[in-house]
C-alpha cells in the first residue's frame, strides 16, 4: 500500500541548532514533493518545491534534499529560531489513474528552545 | 492580491444534515483542490477542480461532492453529516493542477472551515 511517513514524535531542538525532519514514502512516483509549515487552527503555509529530477533545494535557512532511490526527503532548518516552532508536513504530488492527488504526511512538531 | 478565502470560518451542525464550504482562490488561479483535516493528522485530500472540471478525488464516500464555477470559485458539499465529518476543511488553489509533471506551482493554502458536528 502507498504510504508516507513523517517522525510521528515531537523534535526538540536548542536555539541555533540545525533541525532535520525525515519523510519516508513507499510505493509513489511522486512529481515533486513539497514541504509546508503549519500553526495551530491555521492553514498549511508553501515552503519548498522539490521535483524528480533534483537532489536538493535551498531557500535562506531551509535546505530540502530528495532521493528517489531511497524514497526519503530531508527537511533541514539550520540556526534555528523560538519562531521556527510549529508542525511541518510533507506532501507527495503525482497523478495516477484517480488522477491528480497531493498526499501528506501526518507532519512533525518541532519545538525549538530559546 | 488577497489570499485563498474561505467562508465560513466555523460551523455547528447537528448529524444528518448538510453544509456547504466556500472557497475563493487567489485571482488568476485556476485550480482548487479541497482537504479534509482531523486533529493529529496531516490533510487528507477529497477532491481537485480545474478549469471547472473533477480531475482528482480522494478516498472519500459520495456524502461528499464539490463543484467549481466559472470565475474558479469553488464549493464543498457534504450530506448525512457524521459526527466523524468533525474537522478543519482547507481549501487550496494553484494556477495549474498540482501533480502534473514539469509542473512548478504549488498549493496556497486558505485559513479553512472549522466544522463541528454534534
Known amino acids: 500500500s502507498q504510504k508516507i511517513e513523517q517522525n510521528s514524535e515531537a523534535l526538540n531542538i536548542q536555539e541555533g541548532k540545525t533541525a532535520t525532519l525525515t519523510c519516508n514514502y513507499t510505493?509513489?512516483?511522486?512529481?515533486?514533493l513539497q514541504w509546508y509549515r503549519q500553526d495551530p487552527g491555521r492553514g498549511p503555509v508553501f515552503l519548498l518545491l522539490?521535483?524528480?529530477?533534483?537532489k536538493e533545494k535551498r531557500k535562506e535557512r531551509l535546505k530540502v534534499t530528495f532521493d528517489t532511490t531511497l524514497k526519503q526527503s530531508l527537511f533541514h532548518i539550520t540556526a534555528s529560531q523560538p519562531a521556527d516552532s510549529a508542525t511541518y508536513l510533507c506532501?507527495?504530488?503525482?497523478?495516477?489513474?484517480?488522477?491528480?492527488?497531493?498526499?501528506f504526511g501526518a507532519g512533525t512538531r518541532l519545538f525549538v528552545k530559546a | 492580491d488577497a489570499g485563498v478565502t474561505q467562508s465560513p470560518t466555523h460551523l455547528i451542525k447537528t448529524r444528518g444534515q448538510q453544509v456547504t464550504l466556500r472557497c475563493s482562490p487567489i485571482?488568476?488561479?485556476?485550480?482548487v483542490s479541497w482537504y479534509q483535516q482531523v486533529l493529529g493528522q496531516g490533510p487528507q485530500f477529497i477532491f481537485q477542480?480545474?478549469?471547472?472540471?473533477?480531475?482528482g478525488r480522494g478516498n472519500f464516500p459520495d456524502r461528499f461532492s464539490a463543484r467549481q464555477f466559472p470565475n474558479y470559485s469553488s464549493e464543498l458539499n457534504v450530506n448525512a453529516l457524521l459526527l466523524g465529518d468533525s474537522a478543519l476543511y482547507l481549501c487550496?488553489?494553484?494556477?495549474?493542477?498540482?501533480?502534473?509533471?514539469?509542473?512548478?506551482?504549488?498549493?496556497?493554502f486558505g485559513p479553512g472551515t472549522r466544522l463541528t458536528v454534534l
Open positions: 487550496a488553489s494553484s494556477f495549474t493542477p498540482p501533480g502534473r509533471r514539469g509542473g512548478t506551482d504549488t498549493q496556497y
Open positions: 510505493n509513489y512516483s511522486p512529481a515533486y
Open positions: 522539490i521535483r524528480e529530477n533534483e
Open positions: 506532501a507527495l504530488d503525482f497523478t495516477n489513474t484517480g488522477g491528480f492527488k497531493t498526499i
Open positions: 485571482s488568476g488561479h485556476k485550480s
Open positions: 477542480y480545474y478549469e471547472k472540471e473533477e480531475r
